[in-house]
């Protein structure tokens, strides 16, 4: 089993519909984002959590929450869906000991479609 | 703003080629440089990482990349590319101060001919 899973992998809604990507982890890391990504433009950071309590906004967090339901679990909703989220979206953890380098492992992805 | 330029949108080689994939990154002290691929339908994996050291770094999968701080440099290298190869490459550079935040390149698409 995967230590990230993502849920759903594929998903096709409309606009204005409200979306929920859910994120799991199993490798005890405290630390979890949620990226997207876009074409030539790579992975941007949309929100991330360093525990329970911690939640913060990344460089694209408008139009996107996240809920932090324990430290294995960060979930991303969109509440009204419009074409421009389109995209594939990430779930990531990362541990913070100092030896990991801050390096992230990834889920395999969501992959949101709005009409 | 820290930013990671990958100037290669698209690369192709033919199997058994060397290969070059290019990274910039912003100047910053201490960079933390990370190379990561990702395979059609899948996730990211770490190809490898830079804090310290050896500025020749070896990875995964036959990969290396050199990190040289006069170029702001940090490109990844294999001497003989094989067809699974083929496959998005990611660099991405640890922000400042304690966020511990990934920041990315735009990636370059690597396609193996036979």
């Known amino acids: 089993d995967a230590d990230v899973t993502q849920t759903p992998r594929n998903r096709i809604t409309k606009t204005g519909k409200r979306i929920m990507l859910e994120c799991s982890q199993t490798?005890?890391?405290?630390?979890m984002y949620w990226y997207r990504q876009d074409p030539g433009l790579g992975l941007r950071l949309i929100y991330y959590?360093?525990?329970?309590?911690?939640?913060n906004k990344g460089e694209i967090s408008d139009g996107y929450s996240v809920s932090r339901q324990a430290q294995a679990k960060f979930s991303l909703s969109l509440e009204s869906a419009i074409p421009n989220q389109t995209a594939l979206y990430f779930c990531?953890?990362?541990?913070?000991?100092?030896?990991?380098?801050?390096?992230?492992?990834f889920g395999e992805g969501s992959r949101l479609t709005v009409l | 703003a820290q930013s990671v330029t990958q100037p290669d949108i698209h690369i192709t080689v033919s199997e058994g080629a060397s290969l070059e994939l290019r990274c910039n990154y912003s100047?910053?002290?201490?960079?933390?440089l990370f190379w990561y691929v990702q395979s059609p339908g899948q996730g990211l994996q770490l190809l490898l990482k830079?804090?310290?050291?050896?500025?020749l770094v070896q990875g995964i999968k036959g990969f290396e990349a050199e990190f040289k701080r006069s170029q702001s440099s940090f490109n990844l290298r294999k001497p003989s590319v094989h067809w699974s190869d083929a496959a998005e490459y990611f660099c991405?550079?640890?922000?400042?101060?304690?966020?511990?935040?990934?920041?990315f390149g735009s990636g370059t698409q690597l396609t193996v001919l036979p």
């Open positions: 959590s360093f525990d329970v309590k911690d939640i």
């Open positions: 100047y910053g002290a201490t960079p933390y």
């Open positions: 830079y804090f310290s050291g050896d500025t």
């Open positions: 991405a550079r640890r922000a400042a101060g304690s966020a511990r935040q990934l920041t």
């Open positions: 490798k005890g890391h405290d630390r």
């Open positions: 990531a953890t990362s541990d913070p000991d100092r030896s990991s380098f801050g390096e992230l492992f």
